[in-house]
T-cell receptor
Framework: KQEVTQIPAALSVPEGENLVLNCSFT??????LQWFRQDPGKGLTSLLL?????REQTSGRLNASLDKSSGRSTLYIAASQPGDSATYLC?????????FGTGTRLQVFP | DTAVSQTPKYLVTQMGNDKSIKCEQN?????MYWYKQDSKKFLKIMFS???????INETVPNRFSPKSPDKAHLNLHINSLELGDSAVYFC????????????FGSGTRLTVV
């Protein structure tokens, strides 16, 4: 059974710092891994999708890496801004299921 | 706009009532899902439909009945609502092929009083 864990559970940093959010999954036979952002009381916004054959994906200040063999993915946020404050969720897809991690709640203060 | 849209956004109802949440996607995806986000913000799959056919039913109480009239719509009907059903329900869609990502709706916050 796939289990997805995210570390840390919460993070509070000053503006401008570079951040690394971690995601680990127990079953490495995944199709892809997707990172989402959720603002309080809002829906999920897809940030990056990494296929199982890829090592990383980049979008603006965000970079996500995937190491399938070790069951790990990281989301790197460069030069963090207060607008990055949100909960970040990783989710691993296998067959028809997307299994979510426990989330990292990020606060970036000015 | 291409999206997954669900209605209503908020739903407050009394215990014992029956309610429905509607979901529509115009992305041309062939698979739709219902996810539940509990009070601890953990998201868990409830149902999956592929081309109107039920694919996944994650041991959800049979008070919950999904219905898919066509592949662009997936509704969730809940009978005899209980306090523990209070949560945020998200609809999502994707292609069956595993290389596709998921697109989520904005959620329906259900409060049972």
């Amino acid at each position: 059974k796939q289990e997805v864990t995210q570390i840390p559970a919460a993070l509070s940093v000053p503006e401008g710092e570079n951040l690394v959010l971690n995601c680990s999954f127990t079953d490495s036979a995944i199709y892809n891994l997707q990172w989402f952002r959720q603002d309080p009381g809002k829906g999920l916004t897809s940030l990056l999708l990494i296929q199982s054959s890829q090592r990383e994906q980049t979008s603006g200040r965000l970079n996500a890496s995937l190491d399938k063999s070790s069951g790990r993915s990281t989301l790197y946020i460069a030069a963090s801004q207060p607008g990055d404050s949100a909960t970040y969720l990783c989710a691993a897809r296998k067959t028809d299921k997307l299994i979510f991690g426990t989330g990292t709640r990020l606060q970036v203060f000015p | 706009d291409t999206a997954v849209s669900q209605t209503p956004k908020y739903l407050v109802t009394q215990m014992g009532n029956d309610k429905s949440i509607k979901c529509e996607q115009n992305l041309g995806h062939d698979t739709m899902y219902w996810y539940k986000q509990d009070s601890k913000k953990f998201l868990k799959i409830m149902f999956s439909y592929n081309n109107k056919e039920l694919i996944i039913n994650e041991t959800v109480p049979n008070r919950f009945s999904p219905k898919s009239p066509d592949k662009a719509h997936l509704n969730l009907h809940i009978n005899s609502l209980e306090l523990g059903d209070s949560a945020v329900y998200f609809c999502a869609s994707s292609q069956e092929a595993g290389t596709y990502g998921y697109t989520f709706g904005s959620g329906t916050r259900l409060t049972v009083v």
